[in-house]
């Protein structure tokens, strides 16, 4: 089963940092790096090192070089991806001594994915493909409808959480995979219990998977409630842990494995980010993983 990916694709400038930054407060950084980054390049290169047939699909800027070679060294099709004028998306990225981190997406031109755009890529693909959405781009709301009237599985990552949400879709969504500050900006509810309840009332015909950090993940999925525990590391970064987690269930998905070994091995290979530096470059193979 093919995979498109129509997602972000950010140059992350990130700051290594003590804590990070209060109101009023000026910081020294103690390094910086830049990393390519955006969710959705984070989620194809995620998909292409579990072994996904994955086709990234998305704009780039002229600064963009250094992301297109990314999504190429690690064998993601990007035939789907159209340059522009102008400055690609950055990020501003701040870590801490605890690996916790901040971001900043700032959208460049990038972002804008015309309509033309959407229904030509969408055109490559048939009914029963998957396609992987975030939330960095500007059109995602169309993506989603077209998709999913021609019959593709849309699977959706709300992340980052802004107001557009609430005009997108979700109905159209066959699979959630969302953190709990995501589960909360879609439900009102703060607890796991309550917004897997909420999403199961509200999108009876999604499946949905809740992230909780340390905590596990939940999922709910035809009717059954399964349970994925977090595998302790020492997080030196978390970013893309969330990407690397969606790369590898999407991928399970795709070639149809049993959920909770598919639960399994994400929950394993975002351990391994979590225990790494930087965005994309963190994430593991399959080969790490079965090793
Ligand atoms: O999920 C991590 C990603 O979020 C970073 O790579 C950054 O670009 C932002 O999109």
Same mark, same amino acid.
């Given at each position: ?106 959208? %460049? ?13 969408? &055109?490559?693909? =048939? *009914? @029963? +493909? ?91 999925? %035809? ?13 030196? &970064?978390?970013? =893309? *842990? @969330? +990407? ?48």
């Amino acid at each position: 089963m093919k995979i498109l990916n129509y997602g972000s694709m950010n140059i992350d400038r990130v700051y290594s940092v003590a804590h990070t930054v209060m109101p009023g407060e000026t910081i020294l950084a103690e390094g910086m790096t830049v990393y390519c980054g955006g969710k959705g390049l984070n989620q194809s290169i995620a998909i292409a090192k579990a072994g996904g047939d994955i086709y990234h699909a998305g704009v780039l800027g002229e600064d963009g070089d250094l992301l297109l070679e990314a999504l190429t060294r690690h064998r993601v099709d990007t035939r789907y991806v159209r340059r522009v004028a102008g400055a690609s998306s950055h990020t501003v990225i701040q870590v801490d001594g605890q690996g916790q981190n901040c971001i900043i997406v700032c959208p %460049g031109e990038n972002v804008r994915v015309t309509d033309g755009d959407i229904d030509a890529v969408l &055109d490559g693909f =048939a *009914a @029963g +493909d998957m396609l992987v959405l975030q939330n960095e781009l500007d059109n995602t709301a169309r993506i989603m409808r077209e998709a999913a009237k021609r019959g593709l599985v849309p699977v959706f990552n709300p992340s980052p959480v802004n107001q557009l949400l609430a005009a997108y879709p979700l109905e159209c969504v066959r699979w959630f995979i969302m953190n709990e500050i995501e589960g909360a900006a879609i439900t009102g509810e703060t607890e796991p219990a309550k917004i897997l309840s909420v999403m199961a009332q509200r999108y009876p015909d999604a499946s949905v998977v809740l992230t909780l950090g340390a905590q596990g993940a939940h999922c709910v999925h %035809g009717g059954r409630a399964y349970f994925q525990p977090a595998f302790p590391v020492k997080a030196v &970064d978390t970013t =893309a *842990a @969330g +990407d690397t987690f969606t790369g590898y269930l999407v991928t399970g998905l795709s070639q149809r494995e049993a959920l909770p070994v598919i639960l399994e091995r994400a929950a394993r290979a975002s351990s391994i980010t979590v225990g790494r530096k930087g965005a994309a470059d963190s994430i593991p193979t399959r080969e790490e993983l079965d090793r």
